[in-house]
């Protein structure tokens, strides 16, 4: 089985600086990946980002990067230089054999 | 279009009615999945489709809940009998293989479904 827990509903930050969102799962398969998706009001769920579990760097996609800790099974994400057009829900995800199991989601606020 | 598309936008029907939701999963995309995010929650997994066949239809709530794929494109999800907790936002997402990461998910943009 399966489970991603996101412990913060919802988190602030002001433009320009970086905020880091949590995510901790737990899985029982050897070979997994794990997502962060952002969600704005339009609903579309949009990848930011993939970390495949066997890699040992942590992922990075522009101004995205993720702190993988594999023993911890924690998979947190970091916002630099944060700009309003971050502001949404971020869904973490853990992919097993084929199925993705979701976070309940942090919503995150963008303060000019 | 090239991204998932989802039909319609918005449903609002009465209690008791049957709806019909449907996805048109990006082309070439073999594996299609159904989710359903009530208001604030997370996603919670419905079905998924390898081609036409569903191996996994653990997550329907109920047997009011059908979905299927014909064509190994188009999929319909079928809710009779409609309730009001059936209220949700509905997503469909199609990858292009299933199980692996390389090959992520792309979400459509919803149905989000109103019972009144």
């Known amino acids: 089985a399966q489970t991603v827990t996101q412990s913060q509903p919802e988190m602030s930050v002001q433009e320009a600086e970086t905020v880091t969102l949590s995510c901790t799962y737990d899985?029982?398969?050897?070979?997994?990946?794990l997502f962060w998706y952002k969600q704005p009001p339009s609903r579309q769920m949009i990848l930011v980002i993939r970390?495949?579990?066997?890699?040992?760097q942590n992922a990075t996609e522009n101004r995205f990067s993720v702190n993988f800790q594999k023993a911890a099974k924690s998979f947190s994400l970091k916002i630099s230089d944060s700009q309003l057009g971050d502001a949404a829900m971020y869904f973490c995800?853990?992919?097993?054999?084929?199925?993705?199991?979701f976070g309940t989601g942090t919503r995150l606020k963008v303060l000019a | 279009g090239a991204g998932v598309s989802q039909s319609p936008s918005n449903k609002v029907t009465e209690k008791g009615k049957d709806v019909e939701l449907r996805c048109d999963p990006i082309?070439?995309?073999?594996?299609l999945y159904w989710y359903r995010q009530s208001l604030g929650q997370g996603l919670e997994f419905l079905i998924y489709?390898?081609?036409?066949?569903?191996?996994?239809k653990s997550g329907l709530p109920s047997d009011r809940f059908s979905a299927e794929r014909t064509g190994g494109s188009v999929s319909t999800l079928t809710i009779q009998r409609t309730q009001q907790e059936d209220s949700a936002v509905y997503l469909c997402?199609?990858?292009?293989?299933?199980?692996?990461?390389?090959?992520?998910?792309?979400f459509g943009d919803g149905t989000r479904l109103s019972i009144l």
């Open positions: 489709f390898q081609g036409n066949s569903a191996p996994d």
């Open positions: 082309s070439g995309h073999t594996a």
């Open positions: 970390q495949e579990a066997y890699k040992q």
């Open positions: 995800a853990c992919l097993g054999t084929y199925k993705y199991i």
């Open positions: 997402a199609s990858s292009l293989t299933s199980g692996s990461g390389n090959q992520p998910q792309h």
């Open positions: 899985t029982s398969e050897s070979d997994y990946y």
